[in-house]
């Protein structure tokens, strides 16, 4: 059992900043990825940000400048900072976590709820 704490969405004006934060816990060998993805209304889920176990990271084209995702190994936690927010950015963000249950012989994938940021204009 895998669980997945999500936090710090809201409502901010353009150009204001939000940080999100996501910790995992329960059943976990070890995190292979932690990332985050968003889903507007009428529109499909997309990635927003990804970082591997090793640091590195990944960032969709339209965030990027602009976000900064980072990870405290200790804590199987991941953040994301995101700066110069606009209307655009509207969505609710999901975080996911892909993982080693008990040995390194299987790669699970587990959901967290989601959290809305909402961007006014």
């Known amino acids: 059992q895998v669980q997945l704490v999500e936090s710090g969405g809201g409502l901010v004006q353009a150009g204001g900043s939000l940080r999100l934060s996501c910790a995992a816990s329960?059943?976990?060998?070890?995190?292979?990825?932690m990332g985050w993805y968003r889903q507007a209304p009428g529109k499909q889920r997309e990635m927003v940000a990804i970082i591997w176990n090793g640091g590195d990271s990944n960032y969709a084209d339209s965030v990027k400048g602009r976000f900064t995702i980072s990870r405290d190994n200790a804590k199987n936690t991941v953040y994301l900072q995101m700066n110069s927010l606009k209307p655009e950015d509207t969505a609710v963000y999901y975080c996911?976590?892909?993982?080693?249950?008990?040995?390194?012989?299987?790669?699970?994938?587990?959901w967290g709820q989601g959290t809305q940021v909402t961007v006014s204009s």
């Open positions: 996911k976590v892909r993982y080693y249950s008990t040995t390194y012989s299987q790669l699970y994938d587990y």
């Open positions: 329960g059943t976990i060998f070890s995190i292979h990825a």
